[in-house]
């Protein structure tokens, strides 16, 4: 068997699970994380090279002998770190810049979703602040505000009243809080969200197990939307049945309408997707792993996932087997979030953790691990049902001792409340 030495991109949570699922194979010669974090330097060499840093990253590939780079963030697909890469005859996992548009560029999704009659919200996008603020005031309440590009999981408001839309278009159209662009204005829909991701290479589709993340601050639902809270896998109130569907009407078709319009998916098809009282419907799509549903779907994977990332790269053929035990993550968050908040605080405990524990937001400082972002520890339980696996978690968490942190006490409430 081939060894490969392994790149992983990114400094998250969720780049953190790669790792730890590549660590488990045994064609994994030597693994390296750019920049990667405390957490990741257990698993892989990190090395200090920013995420967007196209050249020097193809430069240490070339160096170092690296026969597979994985990519995890969404700015480097926008930034055209694959484009780079193939140019350079080397093998990476992850969708071209063209192809990451499904997710960088919400109307571009939007549009490709109407000409292939694939479900989704009814939409219109717009530029100007007048326009978009008549059609709203025009509309009816609650509805969905999305800016119409990357805004790191934080560009979609659902406004209750006009004050809010309002609100939420002066920021996206003039005073480019995200840049400057345009804002899709969606239908609101009903029912519960949940993440189907696949692995895609052209026409050739390989759904992964369905996970479920709680986009809100506080229990209830309550509270700022965020990059995530937490997640589960699987989930009980989506049928046999509900999977299929949205497989053949929804991921199927994406991947061979992008084949289509030439610009053809390699990587991750990540459906945000709602079970409504009308139906499945798309809430949008992303170009990459999703965060923090990763973390629950890949402790799940029991194939050698450098065998599913070599199919989708080479074109080749992977076969997904699951273990069948439940997983359930609680994100650590720093006070404040997803505002304003401290960073650099201890964090002890880590060694009386029991579960898997994946760095979102952290930093060594020699022996010590310190919070260096929002989200700041991902803590997952397995179990043979949910209700194990978050007592499990919990359980974890109670053993982490840093007081600058929070968390969510009912993530999986949907399945189990």
């Given at each position: 068997m081939e060894q490969l030495?392994?790149?992983?991109?990114?400094?998250?949570g969720?780049?953190?699970?790669?790792?730890d699922?590549?660590?488990?194979s045994?064609?994994a010669?030597?693994?390296y994380a750019?920049p990667g974090?405390?957490?990741i330097?257990?698993?892989?060499?990190?090395?200090p090279i920013?995420?967007?840093e196209?050249?020097?990253?193809?430069?240490?590939a070339?160096?170092?002998?690296?026969?597979?780079t994985?990519?995890?963030?969404e700015a480097?697909?926008?930034?055209?770190?694959v484009d780079?890469f193939?140019r350079?005859?080397?093998?990476?996992f992850?969708?071209?810049?063209a192809?990451?548009?499904?997710e960088s560029?919400?109307?571009?999704?939007k549009?490709l979703?109407t000409?292939?009659?694939?479900?989704?919200?009814?939409f219109?996008?717009?530029?100007?602040?007048?326009e978009?603020?008549?059609?709203?005031?025009?509309?009816?309440?609650p509805?969905?505000l999305?800016?119409?590009?990357?805004?790191?999981g934080?560009?979609?408001?659902?406004?209750?009243?006009?004050?809010?839309?309002?609100?939420?278009l002066?920021?996206?159209?003039?005073?480019?809080?995200f840049g400057?662009?345009?804002v899709v204005?969606?239908?609101?829909?009903?029912g519960?969200?949940?993440?189907f991701?696949c692995?895609?290479s052209?026409e050739r589709v390989?759904?992964m197990?369905l996970a479920?993340d709680?986009?809100?601050?506080?229990d209830g639902?309550?509270g700022?939307?965020?990059g995530?809270?937490?997640?589960?896998?699987?989930?009980?109130?989506i049928t046999?049945e509900d999977?299929?569907?949205?497989?053949e009407?929804?991921?199927?078709?994406?991947?061979?309408?992008?084949v289509a319009?030439g610009?053809?998916?390699?990587?991750?098809l990540y459906g945000?997707?709602?079970k409504t009282?009308?139906g499945?419907?798309?809430?949008?799509?992303n170009?990459?792993?999703?965060?923090?549903?990763?973390?629950?779907?890949l402790?799940?994977l029991k194939?050698?996932?450098?065998?599913?990332f070599r199919?989708?790269a080479d074109?080749?053929?992977a076969e997904?087997?699951w273990?069948?035990?439940?997983t359930?993550?609680i994100?650590?968050?720093?006070k404040g979030?997803?505002g304003?908040?401290?960073?650099?605080?201890?964090?002890g405990?880590l060694?009386?953790?029991?579960g898997?524990v994946y760095?979102?937001?952290t930093?060594?400082?020699?022996?010590?691990?310190?919070?260096a972002g929002?989200?700041?520890?991902f803590?997952v339980?397995?179990?043979a049902?949910?209700?194990e696996?978050?007592?499990?978690?919990?359980?974890?968490?109670?053993?982490?001792d840093?007081d600058n942190?929070?968390h969510?006490?009912?993530?999986g409430?949907?399945?189990?409340?």
């Amino acid at each position: 068997m081939e060894q490969l030495n392994l790149l992983v991109i990114g400094s998250g949570g969720r780049e953190h699970a790669i790792v730890d699922a590549l660590s488990r194979s045994p064609q994994a010669a030597k693994i390296y994380a750019a920049p990667g974090n405390a957490g990741i330097a257990r698993q892989a060499e990190c090395v200090p090279i920013r995420e967007t840093e196209i050249d020097r990253l193809v430069a240490f590939a070339r160096e170092h002998a690296v026969g597979l780079t994985v990519v995890g963030p969404e700015a480097a697909l926008a930034a055209g770190v694959v484009d780079a890469f193939k140019r350079a005859g080397l093998r990476i996992f992850g969708p071209t810049q063209a192809a990451a548009r499904i997710e960088s560029s919400k109307e571009f999704a939007k549009e490709l979703m109407t000409r292939y009659g694939v479900p989704t919200a009814a939409f219109r996008a717009f530029t100007s602040y007048e326009e978009a603020r008549a059609y709203v005031a025009a509309g009816s309440f609650p509805t969905v505000l999305k800016y119409d590009g990357l805004a790191a999981g934080k560009g979609v408001v659902i406004a209750g009243t006009m004050e809010e839309a309002d609100a939420a278009l002066r920021d996206m159209l003039l005073d480019d809080k995200f840049g400057h662009g345009k804002v899709v204005v969606e239908e609101y829909l009903t029912g519960p969200e949940f993440s189907f991701m696949c692995f895609v290479s052209g026409e050739r589709v390989w759904p992964m197990q369905l996970a479920q993340d709680h986009k809100r601050a506080f229990d209830g639902d309550k509270g700022p939307n965020t990059g995530g809270m937490g997640a589960y896998s699987p989930l009980p109130f989506i049928t046999a049945e509900d999977e299929q569907y949205a497989l053949e009407r929804i991921l199927k078709p994406v991947a061979r309408a992008m084949v289509a319009e030439g610009c053809p998916f390699e990587g991750v098809l990540y459906g945000g997707l709602m079970k409504t009282p009308q139906g499945i419907k798309v809430i949008e799509f992303n170009a990459r792993f999703g965060d923090p549903e990763t973390e629950v779907v890949l402790p799940r994977l029991k194939s050698d996932i450098v065998d599913i990332f070599r199919a989708v790269a080479d074109g080749g053929d992977a076969e997904l087997v699951w273990h069948d035990f439940a997983t359930l993550g609680i994100v650590l968050a720093s006070k404040g979030y997803p505002g304003a908040y401290d960073k650099g605080i201890e964090i002890g405990g880590l060694d009386r953790v029991e579960g898997r524990v994946y760095h979102m937001g952290t930093r060594a400082d020699g022996d010590r691990v310190l919070t260096a972002g929002g989200r700041v520890l991902f803590v997952v339980g397995e179990g043979a049902t949910l209700a194990e696996a978050r007592a499990k978690a919990l359980a974890d968490v109670a053993r982490i001792d840093c007081d600058n942190l929070f968390h969510r006490t009912d993530i999986g409430h949907w399945a189990l409340d």
